[in-house]
């Protein structure tokens, strides 16, 4: 990204706020589509039975971490094609991740998004921030992990019951329409 973008996000204030977060891998091929930064929330009220990451579950743990800081490791890495938004819960800091989806989708940038929420639960909430992220993700993985339907090797997800779903098309069709 040109130096002049990151300067007229500044200039909009868009990245002045900070994320809670577990931590940030800088490059996974398993998150979604190509190479991708992800960002992991800190903080998850679902507590899957079996989840893989309970330390991403208490709300004042991990750190806080600029947005400024997440967007300048993603213009620095010119093999990355998008961002995740993993957790922990992204929704559970819909305003804060919704905000850094909206300058990730400015950069040209996709964005993928994990939650344990399902899409039909998010498109009726209120929550501020809800439909903040939802609009400026690509692709929804959606629904609490379950440990007995758990199969290794698919594709973006832990368990079966998990779905991909083509964010843009869904809103469109009012339902929910898969990737
Ligand atoms: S939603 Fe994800 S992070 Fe939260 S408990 Fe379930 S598997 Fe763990």
């Known amino acids: 990204m040109e130096t002049s973008v990151i300067d007229k996000l500044r200039s909009h204030a868009s990245l002045d706020f900070h994320l809670r977060l577990a931590g940030i891998v800088d490059e996974s091929v398993v998150d979604g589509p190509g190479v991708r930064l992800v960002v992991f929330a800190q903080g998850c009220p ?8 309970p330390h991403t579950w208490a709300t004042d743990g991990g750190v806080s971490v600029a947005a400024e800081e ?15 938004l993993s957790g922990g819960e992204p929704f559970a800091q819909a305003s ?9 989708k400015k950069m040209g940038f996709t964005v993928t998004t994990y939650t344990g929420y ?7 909430s209120s929550y501020s921030g809800v ?34 779903i083509d964010v843009h098309r869904s ?8 990737l």
């Open 96 to 104: 804060e991740f919704g905000r850094l989806a909206m300058a990730v």
């Open 46 to 53: 679902h507590h899957c039975p079996g989840c893989h990451n």
């Open 118 to 124: 399902k899409w039909e639960h998010l498109v009726q």
């Open 171 to 178: 809103l469109e069709a009012g339902s929910v329409v898969l």
């Open 70 to 84: 997440i967007i300048e490791r993603l213009r620095a890495n010119l093999v990355l094609s998008g961002v995740t």
């Open 131 to 164: 439909h903040l992220l939802l609009d400026n993700t690509d692709i929804l993985v959606d629904g609490p992990y379950v440990d007995n339907l758990r199969e290794p090797g698919l594709k973006w997800r832990g368990s079966s019951n998990q779905r991909i």
